[in-house]
């Protein structure tokens, strides 16, 4: 293997046609564009499908259609995109489908400004949709993450049949840096359950109404079960000199880079410092706040938002030690002093 410079915008197309993925359906939004220029350029290559949608609330609907025949597919966007797509991504969590989202995340709320921000958190790790589901969420902190956490996104989706979001800030889909890539490539293949148009699968039925009350409770139940299950196996974090932390910092994204920086001075001061970056963002990662707990009196959280993964950091904790809050927003950058 060798290693290739670009931006992690790109980095996650070209994981995902490793990873199998023969479909992208898209709208070009600033800091995203770069993923739907790569998928146009490389999908035809390898017997692929790019299209353009007329917005993203086509784009969604199209990824719909293309998981319900099997197709291993995704679509990209960032705050106001993703919002448009929420009906959707409902749909698709009901229907149990499988599909990759990449949320490179811009200022908001609204239109907001083109800077880096965080603040899709719990439009994507809460669920922005109607009803009982939720969207497993990976966040990733460098151009190397985009691609390796992409690989993971697409076989989550089709272990659990359920959307996948990869939740970066503007600051890691932008940045250019050396990427190394798997060797060997996935071949798609066709899921048992998908409608195919083959005499097989004329019995299958893909759907997320459930008329009867009896059966959307089962249904969701249903659904309930799995997320459990995910939330039992594939929880991920990243520890860094938190052995033996007093106090812990907690960040993901460009944040969790930034942080490392802080620990390495605060360490050289003699300070115990250690960072807990969450990975997972859902299913979050509350067991290993839980054993910090044991032995650190204090957990500070850092994010590029109005306060929103501090939450489930406070929850996590319950109580058990302080939580304190920094914050930038608007596109501030952490290591920006106020005027």
């Known amino acids: 293997m060798h290693k290739q410079l670009m931006k992690g915008n790109e980095a996650i197309v070209r994981s995902a046609i490793l990873a199998g993925c023969r479909g992208f359906y898209g709208y070009p939004i600033t800091p995203a564009s770069e993923i739907t220029e790569a998928a146009a350029l490389y999908m035809p290559q390898v017997g692929g499908v790019f ?3 007329e917005s993203e609330v086509a784009a969604i609907n199209m990824l719909y259609g293309a998981s319900s025949a099997g197709i291993r597919c995704m679509t990209a966007s960032s705050g106001p995109g993703i919002s ?4 959707g991504i409902s749909y698709m969590a009901g229907a149990e489908l499988p599909c990759v989202i990449a949320d490179i995340t811009r200022g908001g709320p609204g239109l907001g400004n083109i800077a880096s921000e965080q603040s899709d958190y719990h439009q994507v790790v809460k669920g922005g949709g109607n ?3 939720r969207t497993l969420v990976l966040a990733p902190y460098s151009a190397q993450e985009m691609a390796g956490l992409t690989t993971l996104a697409f076989e989550l989706a089709d272990r659990y049949r359920n959307p996948v979001v990869i939740l970066a800030d503007g600051f890691v889909g932008q940045m250019m840096e050396p990427v190394e890539f798997e060797e060997t490539a996935i071949l798609p293949q066709l899921p048992e359950w998908a409608v195919a148009g083959t005499a097989e699968s004329r019995p299958n039925m893909i759907t997320s109404l459930h008329m009867g009350i009896d059966d959307l409770e089962a249904h969701v139940n249903a659904l309930e079960a799995k997320y459990r299950l ?4 594939e929880t991920r974090a990243e520890h860094w000199y938190t052995e033996d932390a007093e106090i812990v910092l907690v960040g993901y994204g460009i944040v969790g880079r930034i942080l490392k920086a802080v620990t390495a001075e605060a360490r050289a001061m003699g300070i115990k ?9 859902y299913p979050f990662p509350s067991t290993d706040f839980r054993r910090l707990a044991v032995h650190a009196h ?4 850092v994010e590029m938002s109005n306060g929103q993964l501090v939450e489930d950091v406070r929850l996590a904790l319950n109580g058990k030690r302080p939580v304190e809050f920094l914050n930038r927003m608007g596109g501030m950058s952490l290591r920006m002093k106020r005027s």
């Open 51 to 53: 299209l353009q949608a």
């Open 230 to 233: 995910a939330e039992q196996r």
């Open 131 to 133: 009803g009982n589901y």
């Open 84 to 87: 448009l797509m929420q009906e």
């Open 298 to 301: 204090s957990f500070v959280v």
């Open 273 to 281: 410092v250690g960072l807990l970056r969450p990975i997972t963002l």
